[in-house]
């Protein structure tokens, strides 16, 4: 069974702060973990996944995050975020690539403030 | 590349009526999602469908149903609607027994409202 838990429900920064979004997991086989964003009213966009090879993986519009299977974390982190970064962040969790049923956290409501 | 489509965007029901919801997967993927994101209860897995079988399913009731056509695009029904059923059901798309490659795709959601 998979499971995964993002801490903290809402994150709130400056513009221009370091944004950094928590999520362990729980697997009882090799995880594959992704981190997706939401925008208001639309879908879900892939922002990067692990998938084994590295264990730092970057994704898009300078977001990044580290699998560290000790502490069964995968936290998501930006440097600088950006007023458009405002958005609702989803780490997920499965099995076998993206092959089967993803299992997702509750979500983590970021708010960028000027 | 044009990406999952879903329609319609918007989905106005009575209880008690049946709902039927549509997702076009990317061209080239055979494996279609189903998942459930209702206020207060997250993402939940619905369905999964590949090369027109039903893969997996999720902890819904049998009222849940669906199907994949040949050409991969697929149906969501949901019968004698409930209120909780309101949600926004989100299709994602992938290339289907990928392995590590495969990355499931999500189209833009349709908003189903329970009356």
């Known amino acids: 069974a998979q499971s995964v838990t993002q801490l903290g429900s809402h994150v709130s920064v400056s513009e221009g702060a370091l944004v950094l979004l928590r999520c362990n997991y729980s697997s009882s086989v090799p995880p594959y973990l992704f981190w997706y964003v939401q925008y208001p009213n639309q879908g879900l966009q892939l922002l990067l996944k692990?998938?084994?090879?590295?264990?730092l993986v970057k994704g898009i519009n300078g977001f990044e995050a580290e699998f560290k299977k000790s502490e069964t974390s995968f936290h998501l982190t930006k440097p600088s975020a950006h007023m458009s970064d405002a958005a609702e962040y989803f780490c997920?969790?499965?099995?076998?690539?993206?092959?089967?049923?993803?299992?997702f956290g509750k979500g983590t409501k970021l708010t960028v403030n000027p | 590349e044009a990406g999952v489509t879903q329609s319609p965007t918007h989905l106005i029901k009575t209880r008690g009526q049946q709902a039927t919801l549509r997702c076009s997967p990317i061209?080239?993927?055979?494996?279609v999602y189903w998942y459930q994101q209702a206020l207060g209860l997250g993402l939940q897995f619905l369905l999964w469908y590949d090369e027109g079988e039903e893969r997996n399913r999720g902890n819904f009731p049998p009222r849940f149903s669906g199907r994949q056509f040949p050409n991969y695009s697929s149906e969501l029904n949901v019968n004698a609607l409930e209120l909780e059923d309101s949600a926004l059901y989100l299709c994602?798309?992938?290339?289907?027994?990928?392995?590590?490659?495969?990355?499931?795709?999500f189209g833009p959601g349709t908003r189903l409202t329970v009356l």
């Open positions: 994602a798309s992938s290339r289907g027994f990928g392995g590590s490659t495969d990355t499931q795709y």
């Open positions: 997920a969790v499965s099995g076998q690539g993206g092959s089967e049923k993803l299992v």
């Open positions: 692990y998938t084994s090879a590295a264990t």
């Open positions: 061209s080239g993927h055979t494996s």
